[in-house]
């Protein structure tokens, strides 16, 4: 079995997200695509999942020529893809999305389909209870109940977009460990990421997407560095990391509790200074969110006290945070950052207007200096929903505004490639100097030593941990991440 | 001064209720595919109209609701139609809809006003209506009630123990995940919409032939649309839960006229209008419950949880969001 692209092309108006595209694929081979954000990596697989369908172009399985319409289609001829941002039902049961699109014989029952579930599980080494509602589940675990709906569908090529982004440590190596048995019974999977790690650590080939055409292929082991300028054009520099003496408390908070979450957030006691940047590390749901919802003041806390630059903060709402300097940027981007019907000028006159009309000269040309400040991949004119997910987070960091006092950042790179990760810090020192605190989570404990002055590690709502990344060590973190002190 | 007999009172309520309770769960079924069919009000006249109409110059009951039926399935296509199909807000077609259906049914029903039809026949199942109490409650009505009835536990399997159910669900949850399983999100919205239009007809035929006979302005159907769209939101979108809704809003009306007897020096329209506003204060009971305060307020109290538990209900996540394919 191989499958082959050919000449591939998506036209989006006048952006060419796929330019030509051409790539040839083996069975038993784990298969990665990198590309910086806005590469067309997506787009490519989407086509090549029958999600969305190409302007032109050809898909050879097995040497025929292969044409179909919708990701049904495509399931039957045994191609399937986890997406980017999930695809599932978040309010139904495990169970429940594992059965939705699966073909059922007249007297089949539920049983039937919870004993393939819970087989398919065992198999992969993945801890699925089919009752649990996806809601509930980290998305790690939804990535799981994916990989195992599809294969059930009887999927041969399998498509993984970004699947590394926003899961721990722990579930990347179950992950891989299931991509390597695939690979080893036959199927062919294709990685797609833009962190060379991943694809160093998994795959057996690579091609390297630019701006919607193939810049070079590789073969295993790979040069990371002639990797890096296939993807960029340069090798991105790093973030300086300066040590900073640190200034005035920013924000102090004694005791304080509060539900929601996974695990809700217990007796949360911590100091933080000006000029520090904190990582917040643990795994999705430990506590991380709610500790930044009740600090930004979008969530009261049960009990404890909140200070913020000296002054009590306890029980007030999120406007009293922004007036005090604060900016609360969250990790759903499109749920509480963007709206996505809404082109990026209509999103600065949000920004810029006062009370009665629309400053449409000023947003505009706002819009216009972020774009090119920010380096967007867009036009002012370019709906939200349409960019790519980096060129999206790149928009939320421009509306920052440009001296805060307490910044605090879900996930701020998570999405985004090396250069615009390293780009986007570079960004935040700036605020750093200025006499900001900065404090943001995330799962990537690699970005945490790299930035961060300090480290806290949240376990089941409380702040196990707190060291300063001079004296600790990434293997260390992991095993506070996973609860072992 | 009128006696109140439980008994009586509860047969009323069952009875009352079976119109409400087809337009209920029909809107129930069409949002759970996360289509909003505001039309409702002016499907449940029309379709009375045509019942009426219908089983008055054929002399067929049946027929009467198997038009009204049909009225209903037409009005909720049309609905479905414009914003899936053709691009069109729902809520602004399907309130424009309502509007027009109201009017035509006055004016295309004028000349059958106040008119001796025919109504069905009560209709006691044998056997079980000699039970004591259960009996009169349950088993001595119209045919459409026992109808009635029946829908509520067959909707609930339907959407809840059957394949096409969850497709259904599905759809309203995520119609782009749908999509991606094979399912068509836009051919199972027309179908819902259709199901669902079908029972908010037969509500109207159950009022002009059986709950409120004949055919007149006012009705006496008129309103009922707009309460069946708060009490799909009332239960929860859940089929079982509107049903008790449903028969909460009869008991209201039905205790309205015992007290207008024991009161007759409060203005009859108090009685007739109080059903509204308690509804409404049920709903803005059941949105606190859901407040996160009140989780706290029931921590670590079981009957309390089961409670708010009940109250609970998720609207499906993309009700009302149209579906544009990629
Ligand atoms: N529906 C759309 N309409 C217009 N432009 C689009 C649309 N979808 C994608 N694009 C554009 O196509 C280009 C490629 O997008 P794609 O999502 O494939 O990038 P990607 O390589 O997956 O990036 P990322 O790493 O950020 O996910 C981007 O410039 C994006 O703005
Ligand atoms: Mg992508």
New binding site residues.
């Given amino acids: 079995m191989h499958i082959e692209l050919k000449d591939i092309h998506k036209h ?2 006048p ?1 060419r ?1 796929n330019n030509g595209v051409n790539l040839k694929v083996e069975a038993g081979t784990i298969f990665g695509i990198l ?10 697989m989407k086509i090549l999942a029958g999600y969305i369908r190409k302007t032109s172009g050809q898909i050879l399985l097995d040497g025929h020529v292969v044409d179909y319409t919708s990701p049904a289609i495509a399931a039957r001829l045994g191609i399937g893809m986890l997406y ?1 941002d999930p695809l599932d039902f978040p309010a139904l049961s495990v169970l429940e999305n594992f059965i939705i699109g699966q073909r059922r014989g007249l007297t089949q029952s539920n049983q039937s389909f919870c004993q393939k579930l819970q087989s398919l599980a065992d198999e992969l080494h993945f801890a699925l209870r089919p009752d649990q509602v996806i809601r509930s589940l980290t998305i790690g675990e939804r990535q799981q109940l994916e990989i195992i709906r599809l294969l059930a569908l009887g999927i041969n090529i399998l498509v993984l ?2 699947p590394t982004t926003g899961i721990s440590s722990l579930q990347k190596e179950v992950l891989f460990k299931a991509l390597r048995q695939l690979a080893t019974a036959g199927k062919i999977v294709i990685l ?1 990421s ?1 962190k060379l790690e991943d694809v160093e650590q998994l795959c057996d080939n690579v091609t390297v ?1 630019r701006r ?1 055409k193939v810049t070079g292929n590789m073969q295993a082991p790979f040069d990371a560095q002639k990797l890096l300028k296939m993807m960029f054009g340069q090798i991105p520099s790093t973030p300086q990391c300066g040590r900073i003496t640190p200034g005035k408390t920013a924000l102090v908070m004694q005791g304080v509790s509060a539900s929601g979450g996974r695990a809700g957030l217990e007796k949360c006691s911590i100091q933080f200074h000006q000029r520090e940047v904190i990582g917040l590390a643990g795994l999705e749901g430990s506590g991380q969110g709610v500790f930044m919802r009740v600090a930004a003041g979008l969530k009261q806390p049960v009990q404890g006290k909140i200070h913020m630059y000296e002054r009590d903060v306890t029980d007030q709402d999120y406007h009293v945070f922004k007036d005090y300097g604060g900016m609360y940027v969250p990790a759903s981007r499109m749920e509480e950052g963007l709206i996505p019907s809404l082109t990026i000028a209509e999103h600065f006159a949000l920004q810029v207007s006062g009370e009665f009309w629309v400053n449409w000269s000023k947003a505009m040309q706002k819009a216009e200096d972020s774009i090119v400040q920010f380096s967007i ?2 036009q002012k004119q ?2 939200v ?7 999206q987070q790149r928009l939320l960091l421009s509306f920052l505004p440009s001296n805060p006092k307490l910044l605090l950042l879900e996930n701020p790179t998570r ?1 985004l ?1 090396v250069e615009s990760g390293h780009w986007v810090w570079r960004h935040l020192q700036k605020y750093c100097r200025t006499d900001a605190c900065i404090v943001f989570s995330s799962s990537e404990l690699d970005e945490i030593m790299m930035v961060a002055d300090r480290v806290l590690v949240f376990y089941n709502g409380r702040i196990i941990k707190d060291v300063p990344t001079c004296e600790t060590s990434v293997e260390e973190l992991g095993r506070a991440i996973a609860g072992k002190i | 001064m009128t006696e109140l007999n439980l008994t009586i009172l509860l047969a009323s309520v069952v009875a009352g209720a079976a119109p409400i309770i087809f337009a209920t769960i029909g809107e129930t079924i069409t949002e759970k595919a996360g289509l909003i069919n505001l039309s409702l009000d002016g499907t449940i006249m029309l379709s009375a109209m045509v019942a009426f109409v219908t089983a008055y110059s054929t002399d067929s009951i049946v027929l009467g609701f198997a038009a009204a039926a049909g009225v209903g399935a037409l009005l909720a296509a049309t609905v479905a139609v414009f914003s899936i199909y053709l691009n069109q807000n729902q809520v602004a077609v399907g309130f424009v809809l309502t509007l027009m259906a109201r009017d035509l049914a006055y004016f295309l029903g004028n000349p059958y006003s106040r008119l001796a039809g025919p109504q069905a026949a009560p209709l006691p199942v044998p056997l079980l209506s000699k039970l004591p109490i259960v009996g009169p409650i349950l088993f001595n009505h119209y045919w459409p009630v026992y109808l009635s009835l029946i829908l509520i536990i067959v909707a609930w399997w339907y959407i809840y123990g059957t394949p096409e159910g969850l497709k259904l669900r599905s759809v309203g949850e995520n119609p782009q995940a749908a999509f991606a399983r094979g399912i068509d999100p836009r051919k199972m919205q027309l179908f819902s919409a259709l199901l669902g239009g079908l029972f908010v007809g037969l509500a109207g035929a159950t009022f002009a032939l059986a709950i409120k006979p004949g055919w007149g302005r006012p009705q006496g159907a008129e309103g009922t649309g707009w309460i069946a769209l708060a009490l799909v939101i009332f239960g929860g979108w859940n089929p079982i839960k509107a049903a008790m809704g449903a028969y909460l809003f009869a008991f209201l009306q039905v205790i309205g006229i015992y007290l207008q007897g024991w009161f007759p020096s409060v203005p009859a329209q108090v009685f007739q209008v109080a059903p509204f506003p308690l509804m409404i204060f049920t709903l803005m009971i059941m949105f606190f419950a859901q407040r996160e305060t009140a989780q706290i307020w029931a921590q670590n109290t079981p009957w309390k949880q089961s409670l708010l538990k009940l109250l609970a209900g998720n609207a499906p996540a993309c009700l009302g969001k149209p579906y544009r394919p ?1």
């Fill in positions: 989006y108006g952006v997200a590309g910086e954000n806005g590469a067309g990596k997506s787009t490519l980017q977009d970004e797609v833009h997407l919607g991949k867009g370019t709906l929903a349409s960019l790519s997910g980096g060129n999405g490639d | 990629e």
